[in-house]
């Protein structure tokens, strides 16, 4: 259900070196249509707006695939914190809840969506989805020699989308401090972050075994 103050960021500015295809991720094309496409559908019935930081230069390309006047395109960043920063400014004051969600993870369901968008709605500030960790987890240090393992029952593995009070995430991109993800910036305020459960299928395209899995997955369905 679409919540009139509820607004999406979607950091699509990565250029996708790791996947190897010599265009930026979100424009990586399964079955006719891209991640960045994918991502904007599975997400776009929980809210009123998106804000799409697109890949530096392809901005007026993903203009022609957007066209809906819910959809805005502004220009990524350099960085991840950059482009949710640019989004965050073209947000109007009227809405309450941000929901920042990877292009790449395209095939996060709806669902999982509405679940993060509950929980700000029951009072939290800031919520993320989260899988338990199933492998051990090693530290190493330089030379890629171990030197801790850290106990798997207190580690999580983050996904998208992360939910926030507009306030909350205005606060924590005002530090102009980068982090591999949003809550990170949250959490150096000391603002609390809500865990729930996540969702095998927001897993991350980020190789080409993951856009193998994605290609595989499209063509069960």
Known sequence: MS???TAVIIPAAGSGERLGVGIPKALVEISGQTLLERAVQNISAVAQLIVIAAPPGFEEEIKKIFTEPSVLVVAGGRVRSESVANALKVIPSKYQYVLVH?????????ELAERVLSELIQGQSAVIPALDVVDTIKVV???DFVVDTPNR???????TPQGFTVDVLKQA?????????????VSQLGIPVKTIIG????????TLADLTWARELVGQS
Request: aromatic share 2%; charged share 30%; hydrophobic share 40%.
């Open 173 to 185: 991109h005002a530090t102009g401090s980068d982090a591999t993800d949003d809550a990170a910036l």
């Open 102 to 110: 990877d292009a790449a993870r395209a095939f996060a369901p709806t």
């Open 199 to 206: 969702e095998p299928l927001a897993r991350k395209i980020t």
């Open 153 to 159: 029952s207190t580690l999580r593995a983050i996904q």
């Open 3 to 5: 919540h009139a103050d």
């Open 141 to 143: 240090d330089a030379e």
